[in-house]
């Protein structure tokens, strides 16, 4: 009987068109993932990077694997429905009467569906596999084919899955009779499956959510979670003990749940209900014979007039509201969404463990970014089953015969939807004041969230549910209107890929806002809106054209509906249709016509282009010799109310080479300029496109001689669509290097070789290896500038206060404008910002030193913190390094919609708003650092490293500036909190660098010679300064640096570097530790240390004996993230215990690492853990066992326990005992 | 008021001719549209309620042209299909509110006195907060009818209703169809030839997308007089007796011995008894002329 069932079945989804449907639909999918990924719409847009392998095993299991996550929407439709479908044609009460078993049923049924889906999932493999090979696409990144990726990803990953949740929807719908029901397994496994990846990710947590991840995709990044980009490239799935235990559990758990479905299903033929009410058994009689009424119903009036239809219109949206609200797949979705979006609160903004305070903005932010998808699917399904309402329970033919226009029907639909939008974000709303209020926030800004949520999300949620309904107007199918509409809106954005980049061709694409607590939403929203306005009166159009697709009666085919719709075109929809698409049109049109033809549009694949040209014009420019500015002297005037700047200023410029100069390569911005040089000159080129403008001196400039430049700069008309200033209603933030001009070739040029290749460029090293002393002349900073004296003038409107480096000198106001006079009585780098705002200052000393922190009234939160951060450093700084070279520091509070980082100018700190103002710093041992303190430590000791030592233009030159000011925050951190709290920060910190590396697509160089990257100035940077000072002790490494900075503060070119630096570290290491200087700086070194074996026996003497056996081994990268274990030659060392399978292998070892053993004592009722012991060992083979006697009971032991050391899997160097 | 149907033709996209040429004038008053399991009546029926469109012809009510101007006739028009569904999780009351809001009714005082009337008149007042979903089948039937009141139609489409009914709401359900069908035009479908006997003054006989008899229950028996002929056969017998004469029903008696009726214009053999013509023999009668002669 098995066999019957189950050709039945095939044959079923063979003849039914659904199946070859999704077959398109996944295949056309995977196709053009694929065919993007590998770079096939490089010729409309910009290339495709070429490090990546795109069909590696990894990038296969991701892809189809990610793919196949959709096609869980399908399975209520496909493995749901092959029981339902039995009840629904009610062939089941004949059915369950033939002599077959419940065995051969179920599996008959299960199988020949999950058979489905699974051919279904090979065609996106294949179609994975065209794409990638399809002409035209980049085959430098495309590898060979390889058969085991497929296989793998699809053997492991993808049937197990498919098993899994076909046999949840499987059992959920045939209990319940019930498709949403299944639909709604889904999508609460798939929210929840978020949520659990979201709070387990952790580094402690990561084993467990490698197991539970029902994916499998936690126990995939388990293992590939730290490789590198050669190991993602070249290295197969790691099938491995983590995701075999997962994929076991997980069939484990889907062959319980079909033994479940087996267990109780029966052949009855009623559903399973779940009713908490015990049904009162009651006899009924029916008396209910024939009887004659005399029928003559009352007059009463009929009325079918437009504003009768309105107020059905509303009634009908009522009820179906009703309907929805009530159904339980919007509860439970609700509820889902609801916990998510709580969850997702608390995580808000953290930054190494600390959260901020639950703002309104960030409140509203941290729950609609969790819970809009979940609006959009209830938004997407609901228009569905509310079109489809009536004929789903039959009701249509009822409907459809009575006198009602079906655009009162339509959009009753629509209203209804919105009501129940408008619920939703009334959920985000209480959720959000119920986080404040839990967090013992109690400024609530009520106006605020109602704004944002019902004038501005809302727009947003209307605009989908008019494609919804549709969509779901063309679509018979719900659940397939619902897929459609998912793929749609999650892969919208991703057009851009394929060359479409403008937003007016994007439905419901367009800007986004952004609050600030200091200049609101500025101008973003009158952009964002009219955006919104465009793609509403589209979704309008989409709107009109269901109602003519809108089903009434019995159409038998597209066909007729099209002709029905034709005849239905005319009258009212005829004009409506008109006028929106001509306003649709006429408005995108106005969009095009202002980001097109009145400022020019450079697509990504023109500004590529224009990259090349522009280095193959001007490259040949970047080492003839330019005067370099010795002076600034600049007026700036912001108008904060118009949100306009104009400026002018001098420059003075002195020959500093030994040879004339007869050329000027003035670099200059889009903004409306003038240049005026005091000697006679003649412009020779002008690039508008480049603004690249070349002047020849009538008189060469001789050596030693000075030119002056007086320039004027100013912004264009700010229009609805575009600002063209960086000035803000409160909060400016400019800096002069998008202001004013600069002198010569500016670099910027494209990175990866193989698209250099590809226009013919030559292999860029990006920048010049420190040793080379022609590479030398200038600082990281500027080309055209060495140290200038520094002055400016700047006002404002009257009510904001405008800051520059420098001192005030003289400050006033006229017409209405107040003037701020700044001089700056040092020399300091050629790097300045111009700030404006309604600031509150707080102002304090430290010796002699004015400490003043400019800030939004408001945000005094963590202003003490600040303060003490601002004083820790320069302590810091000035005890152990120099003098701090001003006498004057400012921190200036700037809104987070210009970013959420804070940059130090000389004495003038721009800090924004995100960055720590409104930090909730919790002091105890649990909390998280505290970042408002740690940022400001940082950004002060770049007074030292950035502003007094500045490394040349090569290779490594941002560790003398980054990691040595991140160095000292850590310093000055550990100073004020203790030890136990560096232990969160440099975990993050090890993570991070470890995580971030994976995404180097160009190359990662060791610490000394790195390109720039941010994970390795600062994360790895923070590391190995912070134990290197551990290794050879924190003053030693202090006088090393102390003698360093003596020797180049302030210095003119040649520029330091970072061999300087490190050969000044060098020389206070004793020789045992010179490995530890190649291992930081040199190369990059990564430990894999790890206990494995620890026994503690109590001695007579009371004592204990720990006999700890651990392994150290490390391992070293090359730039594309190979390993390699040999230090010169073939001298790596291994280690092969019994059962282990492969050999460990290491560099030579002579290193000292640290073994610790400690123990928890309890004070107050809290636990702390003391240490017995901590010593470094010298280790030389990677296998070791020592023992060691301690005083008291050991609970834990480690090896490099506080995670000093660059270690790929720190969480295995301690045991509990 | 009258309805005129004339040439009307459907063909599915599955190449069934469901209404072939079909031309009738339906006045007022009750009307059986009598005919077999696919017929056509549906078909018909749905086409004259709005619900689908024909590929050809032209149908008119009154003043209304139907197919051009369907909101005009859906004012008018009362219709229950052969099966109908309901939203789950409303009363009566409330889905007869909504029905008469779609009906056009706008006064919500109004609404409540008519929904309260039809559903007096249907007997459901007593059920009216019950869900409709929970109805038994009778009960559902008669909520069907209550809401095709709501608009007090001139034209009523009722599509197989006694299918399923017992005797009793059967009754019930006929005699109320009865009440309305003196001011309107009722069109009423069915297989049971019982209940056009009882209830049309017109009757209409369809198969195969055609109409092959027009008349009423009475004409139409009067027709017959005298030309049908029953005897008591043996089983055995039954296959001569039907290649010799035309056969028009054969029953069992208790006996294990056939009734057997034929039509015959003169008695066509001893034994046989003339008989008065009933409905059925003139709708087996139609049936049978209509069937292709195999050569």
Redesign the interface.
């Known amino acids: 009987m098995f066999s019957t069932i189950f050709k039945y079945e095939i044959k079923y989804w063979i003849k039914n068109p659904a199946v070859y449907i999704y077959m398109a639909i996944f295949s056309l999918l995977a196709l053009t993932i694929s065919a993007i990924s590998a770079g096939f719409f490089d010729f409309i847009t910009a290339s495709t990077g070429s490090s990546i392998i795109v069909n590696s095993p990894m990038g296969v299991s991701g892809l189809f694997n990610g793919l196949t996550t959709f096609i869980f929407f399908l399975f209520p439709s496909i493995i749901g429905t092959s029981i339902y479908r039995d009840y629904k044609s009610e062939m089941h009460t004949i059915l369950y009467s033939y002599p077959f078993t419940k065995a051969n049923y179920l599996f008959a049924k299960f199988l020949s569906a999950i058979c489905i889906v699974l051919v279904i999932t090979l065609t996106i493999g294949v179609a994975m596999f065209i794409g990638f090979r399809l002409p035209g696409t980049n085959q430098e990144i495309v590898g060979a084919f390889n058969i085991m990726s497929y296989l793998n990803a699809y053997v492991v990953i993808i049937i197990p899955n498919i098993f899994l949740f076909g046999a949840l929807v499987f059992a959920v719908v045939t209990f319940t009779r019930n498709i949403s029901a299944g639909f709604i397994t889904v999508v609460v496994l798939m929210f929840i499956q978020g949520l659990t990846a979201g709070l387990l990710s952790e580094e402690e947590h990561r084993f467990i959510a490698a197991l539970v991840d029902p994916f499998g995709e936690a126990s995939i990044s388990f293992y590939t979670r730290y490789w590198t980009v050669a190991e993602q490239n070249e290295l197969a799935l790691p099938i491995k003990e983590m995701l075999i235990y997962n994929r076991l559990l997980w069939m484990t758990v889907a062959s319980v749940v079909f033994a479940l479905v087996y267990k109780y299903f029966s052949f009855s033929q009623n559903a399973l209900s779940f009713s908490f009410r015990k049904p009162k058994a009651e006899r009924t009689i029916?008396s209910?014979?024939?009887?004659?009424?005399?029928?003559n119903?009352?007059k009463?009036?009929?009325?079918?007039s437009f504003l009768?239809n309105l107020?059905?219109t509303w009634?009908?949206s009522n009820?179906d509201f009703k309907?929805m609200v009530?159904s339980w797949p919007f509860l439970s979705i609700v509820l889902v969404g609801l916990i998510i979006a709580l969850i997702g609160l608390s995580n808000v903004g953290n930054l190494f463990g600390t959260p901020t305070l639950p703002v309104t903005w960030k409140t509203i932010r941290g729950a609609s970014n969790s819970f809009s998808l979940a609006i959009n699917i209830i938004t997407f399904l609901y228009a569905g089953m509310l079109i489809h309402?009536a004929k789903i329970?039959?009701?249509n033919?009822?409907?459809?015969?009575?006198?009602?226009?079906n655009w009162v029907l339509l959009s009753s639909k629509l209203l209804a939807l919105l009501k129940m939008q408008m619920v939703l974000l009334a959920v985000i709303m209480v959720s959000g004041l119920i986080f404040q209020i839990s967090k013992g926030y109690y400024d609530f800004e009520i106006g605020h969230y109602i704004y944002d949520l019902y004038v501005l999300n809302f727009i947003h949620f209307i605009i989908w549910a008019l494609l919804a309904l549709f969509i779901q107007t063309l679509i018979g199918n719900p659940y397939l209107g619902l897929f459609i509409m998912l793929v749609i809106s999650i892969g919208m954005p991703f057009l851009s890929l394929a060359g479409v980049e403008q937003s007016i061709f994007k439905y419901n694409q367009g800007p986004s806002f952004k609050y600030s607590d200091m200049n609101g939403y500025g101008l973003s929203v009158a952009t964002y809106l009219i955006y919104k306005v465009y793609w509403l009166l589209g979704g309008l159009v989409a709107l009109v054209v269901a109602g003519l697709f809108w089903v009434?009666?019995?159409?038998?085919?597209f066909k007729?509906r099209l002709q029905?719709a034709k005849f239905r075109f005319k009258g009212a929809s005829l004009i409506s249709f008109v006028i929106l698409l001509i306003s649709f049109i006429g408005l995108g049109y106005s969009i095009y016509h202002e980001n097109n033809v009145i400022n020019p549009y450079t697509s990504s694949k023109e500004s590529e282009e224009q990259q090349v040209a522009w280095e193959k014009k001007y490259k040949k420019y970047e080492n003839t010799v330019q005067p370099r500015i010795v002076s600034v002297n600049v007026n700036v005037n912001i108008f904060p109310k118009e949100l306009n700047f104009t400026a002018s200023g001098d420059y003075v410029m002195v020959n500093k080479t030994s040879q004339a100069i007869d050329s000027l390569f003035l670099n200059h911005n889009s903004y409306p300029s003038t240049f005026k040089f005091n000697r006679e000159t003649k412009l020779v080129s002008e690039d508008t496109l480049y603004n690249f403008d070349i002047y020849k001196l009538k008189q060469p400039l001789q050596p030693g001689d000075s030119i002056q430049l007086h320039f004027t700069v100013k912004n264009k008309e700010n229009t609805l669509l575009r600002k063209h200033s960086p000035v803000r209603s409160n909060g400016t933030f400019m800096n002069n290097m998008e202001l004013f001009p600069s002198f010569g070739y500016s670099g910027g040029e494209l990175k990866d070789d193989k698209v250099r290749e590809k226009y013919g460029l030559a292999k860029n090293k990006l920048r010049p290896h420190p040793s080379d002393s022609t590479a030398l002349g200038n600082t990281y900073i500027a080309k055209d500038a060495d140290w200038i004296d520094f002055e400016a003038t700047v006002s404002t409107s009257e009510d904001q206060i405008a800051i520059a480096p420098g001192y005030l000198q003289k400050e006033w106001v006229k017409d209405g404008r107040k003037y701020f006079h700044y001089k700056m009585d040092s020399k300091i780098l050629n790097f300045y910002a111009f700030n404006s705002g309604k600031y509150e200052v707080k102002r304090d000393t430290w010796n002699d030193v004015k400490l003043e922190i400019y800030y939004q009234k408001g945000h005094e939160y963590n202003l003490e913190r600040m303060m003490n951060g601002m004083k820790a450093s320069l302590a810091y700084n000035s005890e152990n390094f120099s003098p701090y070279q001003h006498k004057q520091a400012r921190i200036i509070e700037f809104p987070r919609t210009g970013g959420g980082y804070a940059q130090s100018f000389p004495n003038t700190i721009p800090f924004s708003e995100s960055a720590g103002f409104i930090a909730d710093v919790d002091d105890s041992e649990e909390g998280g650092v505290d970042y408002a303190f740690a940022v400001t430590a940082h950004e002060v000791a770049h007074q030292w490293w950035a502003h007094q030592v500045i490394g040349a233009d090569v290779l490594g030159a941002t560790m003398l500036s980054e990691s040595l000011s991140e160095y000292v925050s850590l310093k000055v951190l550990e100073v004020k909190y203790g030890k136990s709290k560096m232990r969160g920060f440099l975990k993050d910190a090890l993570d991070k660098y470890l995580t971030r590396r994976t995404f180097e697509r160009k190359r990662e160089k060791a610490l000394m010679y790195n390109d720039g990257q941010g994970y390795i100035h600062y994360q790895k940077g923070s590391l190995i300064f912070y134990a290197l000072s551990d290794y050879l002790g924190e003053k030693k490494l202090n006088n090393a640096l102390k003698k360093y900075i003596e020797k180049v503060k302030f210095q003119e070119a040649p520029y330091t570097t970072s061999i300087d630096m490190v050969n000044h570290i060098r020389e206070v290491t004793p020789d045992s530790l010179q490995y530890v200087i190649k291992d930081m700086f040199e190369t990059i070194t990564l430990y894999r240390n790890r206990i494995i074996e620890v026994k503690s026996t109590k001695l007579e003497n009371g004592k204990y004996k720990v006999d700890i056996e651990f392994n150290v081994s490390k391992y070293r990268n090359d730039e594309k993230g190979k390993r390699f274990y040999a230090e010169k030659g073939e001298d790596s060392i291994t280690y092969k215990a019994g059962k282990m399978k492969k050999p460990i292998i290491s560099v030579p070892l002579a290193d000292y690492i640290d073994i610790g053993i400690f123990t928890e004592e309890e004070t107050d009722g809290k636990k702390k853990e003391i240490e017995l012991y901590l010593k470094k060992h010298k280790i030389t083979k990677i296998n070791n066992t020592i023992s060691i006697i301690v005083d008291k009971k050991p609970t834990e032991v480690g090896v490099d326990p506080y995670n000093k050391l660059i270690d790929t899997k720190s969480d295995d160097n301690r045991r509990k005992l | 008021m009258k309805l005129i149907i004339s040439n009307l033709t459907k063909t599915?996209?599955n190449g069934v001719k469901a209404i072939d040429n079909l031309s009738i004038e339906i006045g007022t008053g009750m009307f059986g549209l009598l005919g077999p399991n696919g017929a056509g009546k549906s078909s018909l029926m749905?086409t004259i309620?709005?619900?689908?469109?024909p590929d050809s012809g032209t149908i008119t009510f009154g003043d209304i042209n139907v197919l051009e101007d369907n909101?005009?006739l859906?004012?008018v028009?009362g219709?229950l299909?052969q099966?109908?569904?309901?939203?789950?999780?409303m009363s009566a009351e409330d889905l007869l509110d909504?029905?008469a809001?779609?009906?056009?009714?706008?006064?919500k005082a109004?609404?409540q006195?008519?929904v309260k009337?039809?559903l007096?008149?249907t007997?459901l007042y007593e059920v009216r907060k019950k869900k409709v979903a929970g109805y038994s089948g009778?009960m559902k039937q008669r909520f069907?009818i209550a809401?095709l009141?709501l608009?007090?139609p001139k034209l009523i489409i009722v599509d197989e209703p006694t299918a399923g009914l017992d005797p009793?709401?059967r009754?019930?359900f006929l005699?109320?169809l009865r009440?309305?069908g003196t001011n309107s035009t009722v069109i009423f479908s069915t297989h049971i030839v019982e209940d056009v006997k009882e209830l049309c003054n017109e009757m209409a006989i369809l198969n195969g997308g055609r109409i092959l008899k027009h008349t009423t229950p009475l004409e139409a028996t009067k027709e017959i007089e005298g030309q049908i002929w029953t005897k008591i056969i043996e089983r055995d017998d039954l296959e001569g007796i039907e290649k010799a004469y035309n056969v028009l029903s054969s029953n069992y008696n208790q006996d294990n011995t056939l009734n057997v009726r034929v039509f015959a214009t003169e008695k066509p053999a001893d034994g046989f008894v003339q008989t008065m013509g009933q409905l059925d023999d003139v709708y087996f009668i139609a049936l049978k002329q209509d069937e292709p002669v195999v050569a």
């Not at chain 2, 309620?49 to 469109?53: D, P, V």
């Not at chain 2, 099966?83 to 999780?89: I, L, Q």
């Not at chain 2, 809001?101 to 006064?107: A, H, M, Q, R």
């Open positions: 029916k209910n014979f024939g009887g004659v009424t005399r029928i119903l009352t009463v009036t009929y009325d079918f009768q107020k059905a009634r009908f009820i309907y009530k309402r329970a039959k009701t033919h009822l409907i459809d015969v009575t006198p009602i226009p009434r009666g019995l159409p038998h085919s007729e029905i | 599915y996209k749905r309620a709005t619900l689908q469109s909101m005009s859906r004012k028009l219709y299909p099966s109908f569904g309901v939203y789950p999780k909504y029905f809001t779609l009906k056009g009714i706008s006064s109004d609404r006195k008519i009337e039809v007096e008149i007997n009778g069907g809401q009141l608009n007090n009793a709401e009754h019930r005699n109320v009440e309305v």
